[in-house]
């Protein structure tokens, strides 16, 4: 009995210290961001980077979009963002955690704070540049788009629900894309973030119809990228169920 609960301290101990949480100074403000790191070991190491929505926080979105659990060969880490950003109707004075959702506002802070992050783990890290990945949800999407927009020489897929890049994105670099858009959000209109389907398709050269695979469209776009448009009756939520194919398709891209 004895021995079985030495190990069972063991173990427990390893699943704690694998994980930790990081205060970087950008700009004289802290910044926060919680850092699992692998449970299987390997030379190089794949990277995932999550951004939650308005008003969220690195907490609540490591065990809401828990990518940990589901990609064990991988660097995951949970971005905390700032108040600052203004929602009518939600958050009109911007007191809530949010994100710049333009390439230029916000004075940039947010692409600064992704990019203190990414070169630290360089130096922590044997990290997979081949690998590189972003998950967001609603401002946290839109947040993954300013990235892909303005980092997608570094990104190798992203995948963005709930709300999308729209013109922002217009001409930025080709990199695989999973979208999301749920036909009953009733915070980001599904027909808005539709506009944007035509804009990805571009970016990613698609020309052709994409493939039915029940409630997501497949789409090959060049240099081995891939668009998967998913749809369902659901409302402004992540596709939690969906999280497993969604990091199986982040496994099957690397640059």
Request: charged fraction near 25%.
């Amino acid at each position: 009995m004895k021995l079985w609960f030495s190990l069972f301290l063991f173990g427990f101990s390893i699943l704690v210290f694998s994980q930790n949480t990081k205060n970087y100074n950008i700009d004289g403000t802290s910044r926060k961001a919680i850092i699992y790191e692998p449970a299987v070991r390997s030379d190089k190491i794949p990277v995932v980077f999550v951004f939650h929505g308005h008003g969220g926080n690195a907490n609540f979105v490591s065990r809401r979009i828990d990518v940990q659990n589901y990609y064990k060969e991988a660097l995951v880490i949970f971005m905390e963002g700032l108040p600052g950003r203004t929602v009518p109707g939600l958050d009109p004075k911007g007191k809530m955690n949010g994100w710049q959702i333009f390439t230029n506002d916000l004075e940039g802070r947010d692409i600064k704070f992704f990019d203190e992050v990414f070169s630290d783990i360089h130096k922590n890290y044997k990290v997979d540049d081949r690998k590189i990945y972003l998950i967001g949800h609603s401002n946290g999407a839109r947040f993954v788009n300013v990235l892909w927009k303005m980092r997608g020489d570094k990104i190798t897929a992203i995948c963005s629900a709930s709300a999308q890049g729209g013109e922002m994105i217009s001409g930025a670099v080709p990199l695989s894309v999973w979208m999301y858009i749920g036909n009953n959000d009733r915070i980001v209109s599904p027909k808005s973030q539709e506009q944007s389907i035509p804009i990805v398709k571009s970016n990613l050269g698609i020309t052709e119809k994409g493939k039915t695979d029940g409630d997501k469209t497949l789409f090959s776009g060049i240099g081995n990228t891939e668009l998967v448009l998913q749809e369902s009756n659901s409302g402004h939520e992540f596709p939690k169920t969906s999280l497993k194919n969604i990091v199986e398709f982040f496994q099957k891209h690397s640059k």
